[in-house]
């Protein structure tokens, strides 16, 4: 199975001149996004995501429906089964990002839901930016996504950003660092709007 690690897919995007090609037109027709969520998608409390992280601290995502709609809602989908509680950051790459959401821990899974469209937007890879993770082929992200160390705008308009960091930045900073981590940093739980997500078990993928 192909891993969905996100630094490998650049060099493979550009050597298929073609894809790129087509993705930078679909990105140039998209209207510019604004940075900060809108007021009526900041106010809905469903759209923060919080990570409680086994290195004691927490993290608070606003995530964008209006940036990226179908991969927001798989994130709350997934967070409501309790399907993240427990995942390790199995990718974590200093000045880089931290990459999670795998149930095998090893970059090659996801949940047993479809592979997502991709939703290439103009919001860009800066400290805190949230994307998909996926694989070579651009409508292959499931569940796993990463966390922005410093911004890295090679990774515009190629994956899908669909939230960003807006507390608890220093405690990203503090996930445990390699490819996989010795002792890697856990979900122990992801929650919408400040409700605790179940704790149900996950299904086998």
């Known amino acids: 199975m192909i891993k969905l690690f996100a630094l490998p897919l650049l060099a493979l995007a550009a050597s298929l001149p073609s894809v790129a090609s087509a993705q930078a037109a679909a990105s140039a027709a998209v209207p ?44 709350k989908t997934l967070v409501r089964q309790g399907f993240y509680n427990g995942l390790a950051f199995h990718r974590v790459i200093p000045g880089f990002m931290a990459q999670g959401g795998d149930p095998k821990g090893d970059g090659t899974g996801g949940s047993t839901l479809p592979d997502l469209k991709a939703e290439f937007n103009s919001l860009p890879h800066l400290r805190g930016s949230v994307s998909a993770a996926r694989a070579s082929e651009p409508d292959s992200a499931n569940s ?17 950003v669909f939230g960003r960091v807006i507390s608890g930045m220093a405690n990203v900073d503090k996930i445990a660092q390699g490819e996989p981590p010795a002792e890697p940093t856990r979900i122990v739980r992801a929650t919408l709007g400040g409700v605790t997500a179940s704790f149900l078990p996950r299904r086998a993928t």
Request: charged share 20%.
């Open 32 to 75: 510019p996004l604004p940075i900060n969520a809108p007021a009526e998608v900041a106010a809905d409390l469903s759209n923060r995501l919080t990570l409680e992280l086994s290195n004691g601290g927490a993290v608070t995502i606003q995530l964008r429906p209006d940036a990226a709609p179908l991969t927001v809602e798989r994130i």
């Open 144 to 160: 796993q996504f990463y966390i922005m160390f410093l911004p890295r705008i090679s990774l515009d308009g190629k994956y899908t």
